[in-house]
């Protein structure tokens, strides 16, 4: 996640974001479930790669406040899991969150207006998700 988010964050309310970086562990399960699933390997352009071999995608009315938010993990039965990795820049740049922190302070970690995508992966289910700034979800 940007600094100026973690800043802005901490100005809104006083204290920290509650995330963690994803273990070296879970960094290689990551690594092998890109190659194994999708056929990808460690590089940047893994939102582009992803877009190119997922099948399913869906435009939503909107995917900027908690509530539609929601209803998208809803609709793709992903509520479930309990955490959620954030990939903002593959490898370099993963965050993970508890899916209900996630979706309780999604309006202060997603920015659409500047951030053009990100990956939510679920590792409970081994399933990833690609939503756009323009309101389009890759699944």
């Known amino acids: 996640m940007e600094q100026f988010k973690k800043d802005l964050f901490f100005k809104e309310y006083g204290y920290h974001i509650s995330l963690q970086p994803i273990s070296t562990h879970e960094k290689l399960f990551l690594e092998y479930f890109f190659r194994k699933q999708y056929g990808i390997n460690s590089n940047n352009s893994l939102f582009k790669d992803l877009v190119d071999r997922l099948f399913n995608n869906r435009e939503y009315g909107g995917i900027n406040t908690s509530v539609e938010l929601e209803a ?37 970690i997603w920015f659409s207006v500047s951030d053009e995508a990100i990956g939510l992966f679920f590792p409970m289910k081994s399933r990833i998700i690609i939503i756009t700034h323009y309101d389009v979800v890759y699944y």
């Open 72 to 108: 998208v993990l809803k609709d793709l039965a992903l509520l479930k899991d309990t955490e959620v990795f954030v990939i903002w820049n593959y490898p370099n740049e993963i965050d993970k969150f508890a899916l209900t922190y996630l979706l309780q302070y999604w309006e202060d």
